[in-house]
Structure formats: structure tokens, C-alpha cells
């Protein structure tokens, strides 16, 4: 039996939650998303890509932090563009970026509620949302502890706290289980399986067996532009035992790539 992708279950009636043509986005004056087409719908798409491939650029243009240089980009049904009100898409968005800044004298409690405020969340729901998304990411025992004194792997859980804390339609995680241990990211991949129920998440990362195991997508981006998308069935299905990988999944990327390369003649 065939494994179907969110892409291809989201309902065809309404617009896609992030729809992508001609994409071009620029990181300083190289131009990083370049031609990019892109359909999401509910589920969890996994983005995966080599070392400069855009996927950190592009999850910028979703989360409106770049304001895209050419083509179309739609979120939650709103064009995306200079003249754009983006105060209503970005009250429906969670963005984890690879790094981010916080007062280290916060409490998790503390970050988690200036973020909320900060996507103007009515008041009288902050409280209740903020003790869920702490609870949901495992630091309710922490709650009441400085930033400054958390490890790197409870920042990381601090981090996507603050990004679901407002329940978002669109959740952007970039390299979300850096600094993870395994036992937490087991944990996370329930986590992510959980909010791609009712959420467009998009989580990139260089760990292909996280996507397989928590995406319903693979995403695979190259040089600016979409390379792959399909199920983890299928990209498994691309690779062969001589491909390089210590898996069937990085087996299956590593011959997308190959491929690619080889049909653009490098
Ligand atoms: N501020 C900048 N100025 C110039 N070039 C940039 C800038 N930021 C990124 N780039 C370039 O844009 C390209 C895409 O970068 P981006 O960070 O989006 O890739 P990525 O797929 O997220 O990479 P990684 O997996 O290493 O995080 C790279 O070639 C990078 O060198």
C-alpha cells in the first residue's frame, strides 16, 4: 500500500496553508531561495537539504522575517508582499529559528509569556497557553528557572514553547533537536507527530531518521530550489545499497542528491 503525504490529503477546496511560486528570497545580496515552488498543507513536512541548500532562508520568508525579492508566496490564504498586512498571518505562526535571543534573567514562565504578549494574545488566555506549551515540551519542573541556567537541550525546549505557545496554523522549527538528547528526541518526534494533527509544521533539519519517523512529508531543498517532495516510503524507496548512508532513508536522500548533481552535470 501506498503511504499518501499531507501534500497530497490537504483538502483541494481551500488554499494551501503555504504556497510558494517562483520564490526568490535573498540572504545579504546572495539570492539563497531562487525559482521555489512550494505546496503545505496539514501534517509535518520535514526539510532537508545540504549545508547551504536555503532552508534557513526560506523558513525566514515563511515566518515574514524576509520579505521575498521575487515570485509568490500565500500564508493562511494572504498574499505575502511589500504592501502586505502581515499582523494576521503572523498572529497564526510559530517560528523556532536556529538561533534565538531571550533576557537570560527570564524564567522559562516569563519567556514563553513575553512571546505570547508579543503575538498579542488575548490576556485573559496567556496563563492557561503558556503552562500547556511548557507542559507539552517537558519543562513544567522548570518553569520557574532563569534562561541563564538551563543546558542547551532545555533552551532548545524553551524555544519551541515559546513558538506553539499561541496554538499557530503555521509552525517554522529550524534545526529544532540541535543540543537534544536521544531520550528527548523520541520525546519531540511524539511531540511533532501530535501538533502536525491540525498545524502546518515545516521542521528542517540534517537528521534524516527524525523525518522519517515524526514527518508525513520529506521536503528535499537544493541550491535554492525544491529538489524532492514525497513521503519518507518513497525517499527510502529512492536509494539503493550502494548509495552512502547508514540507513535506508540516508540512502534514499544521498541518491536524490547524487542524481541531481549528476543530470545538472556536476
Ligand atoms: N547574510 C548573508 N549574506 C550572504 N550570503 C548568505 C547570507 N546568509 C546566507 N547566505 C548564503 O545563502 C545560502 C543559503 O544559506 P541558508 O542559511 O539559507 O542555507 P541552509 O540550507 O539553511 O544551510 P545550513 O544547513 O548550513 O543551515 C548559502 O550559500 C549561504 O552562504
Known sequence: MRTVSAAETAPTTHPWTVHA??????????????????????????LLGPNGAGKTTLMRALATVLEPAGGKLTLLGESVDG????RRVR?????????????PRFTV???????AWLKEMPKS???GAVQRAIERVGLADRAGSRMKTLSGGMLRRAGIAQAIVNDPAILLLDEPTVGLDPEQRL?????????????????ST???????AACSDVVMMHEGRILYQG???????QGSAGDAGDSPAERGYSALLRRHRAEAGR
Open 231 to 237: 513521503t519518507p516510503d518513497d525517499l527510502i524507496a
Open 125 to 127: 488566555l496567556v496563563p
Open 206 to 212: 540534517h537528521l534524516v531518521e527524525d523525518v522519517v
Open 21 to 46: 511560486e517562483g520564490l526568490r528570497v535573498r540572504a545579504g545580496r546572495h539570492l539563497a531561495v531562487d525559482g521555489l515552488d512550494l505546496a503545505l498543507g496539514t501534517g509535518v513536512h520535514g
Open 83 to 86: 504592501r502586505a498586512d502581515l
Open 91 to 103: 498572529r497564526g505562526l510559530g517560528y523556532l529559528p536556529q538561533q534565538f535571543g531571550f533576557y
Open 109 to 115: 514562565r516569563e519567556f514563553v509569556e513575553y512571546m
Open 187 to 203: 520525546d519531540f518526534r511524539e511531540l511533532l507527530r501530535d501538533l502536525g494533527t491540525d498545524c502546518c509544521v515545516l521542521v
